[in-house]
């Protein structure tokens, strides 16, 4: 906790002090504000917190922070006005109610287009293998030291003050390393919402295009990945065929641990096989991607840990994929898949590693794209998948304010006009209903792959939120079909 003058004195702006306390919270909802809490006037997508001042003060607000004093001034309320980006204030102010416990641990960041929450996870598993007590947060998984279980946000890095608050928890339970999913958002000068953390290590993972309805260009989303290397103190792991390598190089210089991809060499369903320096190692889980993330995870953990890289190579045999990452699924002669795959980088390496494998096997690909989200991917979400599937069923994802349908068109455009005469094209609004068509469609022996939701636990609507997970839907289905 901290008190409301100690706070002020800390940042750059000028406090109207009516009467000192110790804050209770830091809040940016004016819904959550409780007594004695700071409430800090967000500016949002859609609206300006100062429209929600009174409501945080009825609450019991003792503290104002914005950038403009408002025209009504409550006697028993402290303001404080500062120029500066609210939400950099507010990361850095849940630094300091929380002792600035971050300076206390190893904290590790993932960041990239694909693989965040994969290679977060396995860096997880593996520096927990090799005894270090290590804490995680990522879109899947959370874990404070008191165990892993499913992250109950759907921000894959949540907020500043809910970030400190599990950092701090972390600590207490005596984690020595922190592993955090780090997105383009909360990277982001707007955002900031890791503000002020030093990573003791980062890793880059594939990096293409992605969230251009936030960043409006694809420099402006590079430089927010980029500012995880700014405040990287030692390794930055990244593939020497990046795209941003040339950035992250000027940035990180000295830092940065250049790698090239290993050699594969036995793709299975269940395995994948490859060679470091004439060694062949393996992973338990499908695709030369996973193989990616691994590699990344292994040779970090071994500098970490000052490990031959050899011995921390040979654990990966033990990785478990994350949950909504290429789960299997058996239907009479079928394979169900259940993938997160979103973009049309990860479409490209999901199909193609399958094409692989299985050179012949019919595709089915049930997908959709999130509404009022970047619109310039979904072309090529088309594209790709109708290189590789002979059905196409396109469907809901989180449709938010836009038409399902109107989403479903933008992506057959994408599908060059050869492939829309030699494969089939179906539209189907409603997620379970497409899952259905897929089952009765497909080839007896054929595989179906259900993409874009993997783990996660509702579908979202302009006015409403209902629960969803893909592993249920597809169970209950294919109860009723036995």
Request: hydrophobic share 35%.
């Amino acid at each position: 906790m901290i008190s409301i003058d100690c706070l002020a004195k800390a940042l750059k702006g000028k406090l109207y002090l009516k009467e000192d306390k110790i804050l209770s919270s830091l809040e940016f909802d004016s819904r959550e504000v409780k007594k004695d809490s700071a409430f800090f006037t967000f500016n949002g997508i859609h609206t300006n917190g100062n429209n929600y001042i009174e409501d945080a003060i009825q609450n019991g607000a003792a503290l104002i922070v914005t950038n403009t004093l408002p025209q009504t001034i409550h006697d028993d309320v402290s303001y404080f006005v500062s120029d500066e980006n609210i939400r950099e204030l507010y990361a850095l102010s849940s630094s300091l109610f929380f002792n600035n416990v971050q300076s206390k641990l190893k904290i590790i960041g993932v960041t990239g287009t694909d693989g965040k929450t994969t290679t977060t996870d396995f860096l997880y598993q593996l520096l927990n293998s090799f005894g270090h007590k290590t804490a995680m947060i990522s879109t899947v998984y959370i874990d404070d030291g008191s165990g892993k279980k499913y992250s109950t946000t759907r921000q894959s890095t949540p907020e500043a003050f809910f970030l400190h608050s599990f950092l701090y928890q972390a600590y207490s339970n005596n984690c020595e390393y922190v592993v955090m999913e780090t997105t383009s958002h909360a990277l982001s000068n707007e955002y900031c919402r890791v503000k002020g953390i030093s990573f003791t290590s980062s890793i880059y993972t594939t990096v293409s295009s992605e969230h251009l309805e936030f960043h409006k260009s694809l420099e402006n989303y590079y430089d927010a990945k980029a500012n995880l290397a700014h405040n990287t103190l030692y390794n930055v792991v990244i593939y020497n065929d990046s795209p941003i390598l040339d950035k992250i190089n000027r940035i990180a210089k000295h830092k940065v641990v250049e790698l090239t991809k290993p050699e594969i060499t036995d793709e299975r369903i269940d395995s994948t096989s490859f060679y470091v320096d004439g060694i062949k190692y393996s992973i338990p889980l499908f695709g030369s991607y996973n193989v990616y993330n691994a590699f990344e995870a292994a040779i970090l953990v071994s500098r970490l840990l000052k490990l031959p890289k050899e011995v921390v190579l040979s654990k990966l045999k033990n990785l478990e994929a994350p949950k909504g990452r290429f789960n299997t699924y058996s239907y009479k002669n079928k394979f169900v898949i259940i993938d997160f795959a979103h973009t049309p980088d990860s479409f490209e390496k999901l199909f193609s590693s399958f094409r692989k494998v299985f050179p012949n096997k019919e595709i089915t690909a049930v997908f959709g794209a999130a509404g009022d989200r970047d619109k310039s991917k979904r072309k090529g979400l088309g594209k790709v998948a109708s290189t590789y599937a002979s059905n196409i069923i396109l469907t809901e994802e989180d449709p938010r304010s836009e038409n399902v349908l109107d989403i479903s068109l933008d992506i057959i455009e994408g599908i060059p006009e050869e492939r829309r005469k030699k494969i089939h094209i179906y539209t189907e609004d409603q997620r379970e209903a497409a899952i259905k068509l897929a089952l009765t469609i497909s080839a007896p022996d054929g595989v179906i792959f259900l993409l874009g939701k993997g783990h996660e636990r509702s579908i979202s609507y302009k006015k409403n939120t209902r629960n969803y997970l893909e592993e249920d839907a597809l169970l209950n289905i294919l109860k009723e079909n036995v």
